[in-house]
């Protein structure tokens, strides 16, 4: 069925139909109506869950740990601030390797306040060891939803979902929402590793020391450090399972793309816009109008953004004269996160093209076509040196 | 409600090993031992940073026998009620939801997630044991660390404010069931844990745990020191059962006559190096306010 709906409604619609079973949020925006919508099925009888409004967001995601360690599908929502607030259970969550799904509609972080769109707050937690997903439109929004749910319980780690604020949290967009028999056969039921119960006693995350220690029966066990690996291993095996999922998605629902990184017009590009979230559909936009002037580019979305997919970026960047990478978060007194993380991906690529960095639309700063276009068509023909500072967008200082 | 529990009726069945990694004469290794056999097995534990942490154990072995997840130190009081909600959502009634958190992680650091699950009703039994002060760490001052007392970061001058009144704040709540219990007096602990047990909605239970190398006294006299504490009037055991408070066990047969009068807190006060730089002024002035209070009860 298609509908006409905002994103936050999508992100609703597919936790319902991915079935949680505990939903556990607190109020921030521009998250709440996500949520608001959450509490509404869940009061209907619509949806048969546990909805707990807690009184932090710290608290949030503390009864969704605690709620997946006693075996049910656990799920959260939140922004900017209140993402920042969760930031201790989120390195939490993951390790103690919890399927925990969490939508996140990005906003910039204070101080000063800001409620509208950047992507400081999910990059922030980039290195918690979450896997970081990034929707680009409503459609990509529930059905990353669906495909956390899955992949989560597959591996053993938490996924958060991000979409932008505003742009696409408030927004109206037609999706197609999929049948509750089709997500039935994707998602099968939870089936914790060990669900916390009285008959197989358990005693979890207890202090572990700095080396392995064996068990009262000899065996030896893990010490922190194994942990530690064992999660960075997990995470980049799933690199690979987030491509089966895709195609296990596409079999039941007809549709799918690159879960990597999702290009336009990029096969026969010399040049290649990267950015993430509905910034990277405007940039399509300004490929088209670069195209006309005979400017060969394309631009690519990063959907997956933790962890981070080399390959698949080194593949799509293999053959082009320059990367142009558009960001909408910094790392102070450095560069754009992503803007690192692609040139550490291509460092070893025999024709390793230039690749630049634009910072813009932090705490909503309007992102006008007319300056991705000056600025990207800037880097195509004129400034092709290979280092230069991060350039701003739409700076006036 | 039942007959007291005796040593002779209470159940043999052990849920804390033997050889925990506690330190000698520690006060909370009788209540964690006594506690959990009144919650018995079909009990999950939600356990925030805390001696109890230590007690527990290494991974990968562990002191308790019973089912526990080791959370955040602000987060026990929401950690419970994602365990309660899992239970929920699978249909499951018929077990009991224990949080066991120490006074920082109780009226501290963990106050909000304790408030919000009270505010919520949620139904499991919050256990506060209330060693007086941040003993995990090192002995650093909580918010219910007792006025004067030294600890390592107020090393000179003792703390300057007065304890924290947790239970007061729980009951403000207008939660069902408040109570205080002391590690020196086991049985009562157990009873009320079972009492607990069975009334539904959020149940806060208090309990005073005496701690040799935090309080300073010698590792022999735990159960002196907590019992001391009672006789004085410092620290009361009572009830707050839909909103109505009542004195039990010791401080209730004091208030009726039945046992021997209050003692003097300097008794208590002197037994305790904590105290050592305590004038006679201000045990004069606590011994007044015992005076007061106790007056108040011996009216009831």
């Given at each position: 069925?298609?509908?006409?709906?905002?994103?936050?409604?999508?992100?609703?619609?597919?936790?319902?139909?991915?079935?949680?079973?505990?939903?556990?949020?607190?109020?921030?925006?521009?998250?709440?109506?996500?949520?608001?919508?959450l509490s509404e099925l869940i009061e209907l009888g619509e949806m048969d869950a546990e909805y707990i409004p807690v009184e932090s967001e710290h608290s949030a995601l503390s009864v969704c740990i605690a709620a997946s360690t006693t075996g049910a599908r656990a799920f959260t929502a939140t922004s900017a601030n209140g993402?920042?607030?969760?930031?201790?259970?989120?390195?939490?969550?993951?390790?103690?390797?919890?399927?925990?799904?969490?939508?996140?509609?990005?906003?910039?972080?204070?101080?000063?306040?800001?409620?509208?769109?950047?992507?400081?707050?999910?990059?922030?937690?980039?290195?918690?060891?979450?896997?970081?997903?990034?929707?680009?439109?409503?459609?990509?929004?529930?059905?990353?939803?669906?495909?956390?749910?899955?992949?989560?319980?597959?591996?053993?780690?938490?996924?958060?979902?991000?979409?932008?604020?505003?742009?696409?949290?408030?927004?109206?967009?037609?999706?197609?929402?999929?049948?509750?028999?089709?997500?039935?056969?994707?998602i099968p039921p939870l089936k914790s590793y060990y669900a916390l119960n009285p008959d197989e006693p358990a005693n979890l995350n207890t202090v572990t020391l700095p080396d392995v220690r064996p068990d009262i029966h000899g065996k030896t066990a893990h010490g922190y450090m194994e942990l530690r690996y064992l999660l960075?291993?997990?995470?980049?095996?799933?690199?690979?399972?987030?491509?089966?999922?895709?195609?296990?998605?596409?079999?039941?629902?007809?549709?799918?793309?690159?879960?990597?990184?999702?290009?336009?017009?990029?096969?026969?590009?010399?040049?290649?816009?990267?950015?993430?979230?509905?910034?990277?559909?405007?940039?399509?936009?300004?490929?088209?109008?670069?195209?006309?002037?005979?400017?060969?580019?394309?631009?690519?979305?990063?959907?997956?953004?933790?962890?981070?997919?080399?390959?698949?970026?080194?593949?799509?960047?293999?053959?082009?004269?320059?990367?142009?990478?558009?960001?909408?978060?910094?790392?102070?007194?450095?560069?754009?996160?992503?803007?690192?993380?692609?040139?550490?991906?291509?460092?070893?690529?025999?024709?390793?093209?230039?690749?630049?960095?634009?910072?813009?639309?932090?705490?909503?700063?309007?992102?006008?076509?007319?300056?991705?276009?000056?600025?990207?068509?800037?880097?195509?023909?004129?400034?092709?040196?290979?280092?230069?500072?991060?350039?701003?967008?739409?700076?006036?200082? | 409600?039942?007959?007291?529990?005796?040593?002779?009726?209470?159940?043999?069945?052990?849920?804390?090993?033997?050889?925990?990694?506690?330190?000698?004469?520690?006060?909370?290794?009788?209540?964690?031992?006594?506690?959990?056999?009144?919650?018995?097995?079909?009990?999950?534990?939600?356990?925030?940073?805390?001696?109890?942490?230590?007690?527990?154990?290494?991974?990968?072995?562990?002191?308790?026998?019973?089912?526990?997840?080791?959370?955040?130190?602000?987060?026990?009081?929401?950690?419970?009620?994602?365990?309660?909600?899992?239970?929920?959502?699978?249909?499951?009634?018929?077990?009991?939801?224990?949080?066991?958190?120490?006074?920082?992680?109780?009226?501290?650091?963990?106050?909000?997630?304790?408030?919000?699950?009270?505010?919520?009703?949620?139904?499991?039994?919050?256990?506060?044991?209330?060693?007086?002060?941040?003993?995990?760490?090192?002995?650093?001052?909580?918010?219910?660390?007792?006025?004067?007392?030294?600890?390592?970061?107020?090393?000179?001058?003792?703390?300057?404010?007065?304890?924290?009144?947790?239970?007061?704040?729980?009951?403000?709540?207008?939660?069902?069931?408040?109570?205080?219990?002391?590690?020196?007096?086991?049985?009562?602990?157990?009873?009320?844990?079972?009492?607990?047990?069975?009334?539904?909605?959020?149940?806060?239970?208090?309990?005073?745990?005496?701690?040799?190398?935090?309080?300073?006294?010698?590792?022999?006299?735990?159960?002196?020191?907590?019992?001391?504490?009672?006789?004085?009037?410092?620290?009361?055991?009572?009830?707050?059962?839909?909103?109505?408070?009542?004195?039990?066990?010791?401080?209730?047969?004091?208030?009726?006559?039945?046992?021997?009068?209050?003692?003097?807190?300097?008794?208590?006060?002197?037994?305790?190096?904590?105290?050592?730089?305590?004038?006679?002024?201000?045990?004069?002035?606590?011994?007044?306010?015992?005076?007061?209070?106790?007056?108040?009860?011996?009216?009831?």
């Amino acid at each position: 069925m298609h509908i006409i709906e905002t994103g936050n409604v999508a992100a609703a619609l597919g936790v319902q139909l991915a079935k949680a079973q505990v939903v556990a949020a607190y109020p921030i925006t521009p998250q709440t109506p996500l949520t608001e919508k959450l509490s509404e099925l869940i009061e209907l009888g619509e949806m048969d869950a546990e909805y707990i409004p807690v009184e932090s967001e710290h608290s949030a995601l503390s009864v969704c740990i605690a709620a997946s360690t006693t075996g049910a599908r656990a799920f959260t929502a939140t922004s900017a601030n209140g993402l920042l607030y969760m930031h201790e259970q989120i390195h939490w969550a993951a390790g103690a390797r919890l399927p925990i799904v969490m939508c996140v509609a990005n906003r910039g972080v204070g101080a000063p306040w800001t409620i509208w769109n950047d992507h400081q707050d999910s990059i922030s937690q980039r290195d918690t060891g979450w896997l970081q997903i990034y929707a680009s439109d409503h459609q990509q929004i529930i059905d990353s939803v669906i495909k956390a749910f899955y992949l989560a319980e597959k591996i053993n780690i938490p996924v958060m979902v991000c979409y932008d604020g505003y742009l696409l949290s408030h927004t109206y967009m037609p999706f197609e929402v999929p049948e509750q028999k089709k997500v039935d056969s994707f998602i099968p039921p939870l089936k914790s590793y060990y669900a916390l119960n009285p008959d197989e006693p358990a005693n979890l995350n207890t202090v572990t020391l700095p080396d392995v220690r064996p068990d009262i029966h000899g065996k030896t066990a893990h010490g922190y450090m194994e942990l530690r690996y064992l999660l960075h291993e997990g995470m980049i095996h799933a690199i690979d399972e987030l491509g089966k999922v895709e195609e296990r998605f596409k079999e039941i629902f007809g549709r799918g793309d690159n879960p990597y990184i999702e290009c336009y017009r990029c096969e026969d590009a010399s040049f290649i816009a990267v950015s993430m979230g509905s910034l990277s559909y405007q940039l399509r936009d300004v490929v088209d109008q670069l195209r006309e002037e005979g400017i060969k580019v394309g631009s690519a979305g990063m959907r997956l953004y933790r962890p981070f997919p080399d390959k698949a970026v080194v593949e799509a960047l293999a053959n082009v004269k320059g990367v142009i990478v558009f960001e909408k978060a910094i790392s102070y007194g450095f560069c754009g996160p992503l803007y690192s993380d692609i040139k550490s991906a291509i460092y070893d690529n025999k024709n390793r093209p230039f690749v630049h960095n634009y910072i813009l639309g932090l705490g909503g700063r309007e992102i006008k076509t007319g300056d991705l276009s000056g600025a990207l068509k800037n880097s195509c023909t004129e400034n092709m040196s290979r280092t230069q500072e991060p350039g701003w967008i739409g700076l006036k200082i | 409600m039942n007959a007291k529990t005796t040593i002779l009726n209470l159940p043999e069945e052990e849920f804390v090993h033997p050889g925990s990694r506690a330190c000698s004469g520690c006060g909370l290794s009788i209540a964690y031992r006594i506690g959990l056999k009144a919650f018995g097995k079909k009990t999950l534990l939600v356990v925030p940073p805390s001696c109890l942490t230590v007690l527990q154990g290494l991974y990968p072995v562990a002191a308790t026998k019973l089912s526990c997840i080791n959370v955040t130190f602000a987060s026990a009081g929401a950690a419970a009620t994602g365990v309660l909600g899992a239970l929920r959502a699978q249909k499951r009634d018929d077990i009991t939801v224990a949080a066991w958190a120490g006074d920082g992680g109780t009226g501290d650091i963990g106050i909000q997630a304790l408030s919000g699950a009270a505010e919520r009703g949620e139904n499991f039994v919050y256990v506060c044991y209330d060693n007086e002060g941040y003993m995990n760490t090192g002995v650093q001052r909580s918010g219910t660390t007792p006025f004067g007392a030294i600890t390592t970061n107020t090393p000179i001058k003792g703390k300057q404010q007065e304890k924290k009144d947790v239970p007061a704040i729980m009951a403000a709540h207008g939660i069902g069931y408040v109570t205080t219990c002391s590690a020196s007096y086991p049985l009562d602990l157990f009873d009320k844990i079972k009492k607990a047990k069975e009334i539904s909605g959020t149940k806060y239970i208090h309990i005073h745990i005496p701690c040799p190398p935090g309080w300073g006294f010698d590792t022999k006299d735990t159960v002196k020191m907590g019992r001391l504490a009672v006789e004085t009037g410092l620290f009361d055991l009572y009830e707050i059962i839909d909103g109505k408070f009542s004195l039990t066990g010791p401080s209730l047969k004091i208030s009726e006559g039945k046992k021997q009068k209050l003692r003097p807190v300097k008794e208590y006060y002197n037994a305790q190096t904590r105290f050592s730089i305590l004038d006679d002024s201000r045990i004069d002035y606590v011994q007044e306010q015992i005076n007061r209070k106790w007056k108040e009860y011996f009216k009831k």
